[in-house]
T-cell receptor
Framework: QQQVKQSPQSLIVQKGGISIINCAYE??????FPWYQQFPGKGPALLIA?????SEKKEGRFTISFNKSAKQFSLHIMDSQPGDSATYFC???????????FGEGTQLTVNP | SAVISQKPSRDICQRGTSLTIQCQVD?????MFWYRQQPGQSLTLIAT?????????ESGFVIDKFPISRPNLTFSTLTVSNMSPEDSSIYLC??????????FGSGTRLTVV
């Protein structure tokens, strides 16, 4: 049973554009929502994360928007660059030390 | 954050054989995790390995197929036993580095022929 649903599966954006990836969850016990970035041949690396007590978190060009009532969260990449081309995974976690539940992943391609 | 060294980085194996993957961490960690990532797919947790106790396996994964060792707080191995082409995947080691954070190794890309 997929507890975190991610869309789109793939995304193509022009350089300088905004990339938006969406995730929805069902388990209301989740209280930590990280995004991971994975380049080919590498393991996933933590990009940015949010707790449900805030609606938005921004780190440089990367922003998470969180809608607790809708049980949705999204990643926005502003001024997308070719170097951002990677696979992005949203994830959710119930408590510290508990397992991560991953979304299906989004393959982002930023064209120059 | 912790640095994970995973070996081998890739291997091509004959069906019916076994491969042991090593995960070395540069600091002591309580919990280590093993994931499988099939081509173009998301990550699936295989098992959680705590030092001094038996590994805890997720539904669909069994110890006979994926035996895990955790001899100390910086090292773990995952063995993929009696391999078939369906075992061709990327296998990733992960550790919990702080209250919520996880760090992943670069993975072992396994091809079974």
């Amino acid at each position: 049973q997929q507890q975190v649903k991610q869309s789109p599966q793939s995304l193509i954006v022009q350089k300088g554009g905004i990339s938006i990836i969406n995730c929805a969850y069902e388990n209301t016990a989740f209280d930590y929502f990280p995004w991971y970035q994975q380049f080919p041949g590498k393991g996933p690396a933590l990009l940015i994360a949010i707790r449900p007590d805030v609606s938005e978190k921004k780190e440089g060009r990367f922003t998470i928007s969180f809608n607790k009532s809708a049980k949705q969260f999204s990643l926005h990449i502003m001024d997308s660059q070719p170097g951002d081309s990677a696979t992005y995974f949203c994830a959710a976690q119930e408590t510290s030390g508990s397992r991560l539940t991953f979304g299906e992943g989004t393959q982002l391609t930023v064209n120059p | 954050s912790a640095v994970i060294s995973q070996k081998p980085s890739r291997d091509i194996c004959q069906r019916g054989t076994s491969l042991t993957i090593q995960c070395q961490v540069d600091s002591q960690v309580t919990m280590m995790f093993w994931y499988r990532q099939q081509p173009g797919q998301s990550l699936t947790l295989i098992a959680t390995a705590n030092q001094g106790s038996e590994a805890t396996y997720e539904s669909g994964f069994v110890i006979d197929k994926f035996p895990i060792s955790r001899p100390n707080l910086t090292f773990s191995t995952l063995t993929v036993s009696n391999m078939s082409p369906e075992d061709s995947s990327i296998y990733l080691c992960s550790v919990m580095t702080d209250y919520y954070g996880y760090t992943f190794g670069s993975g072992t890309r396994l091809t079974v022929v």
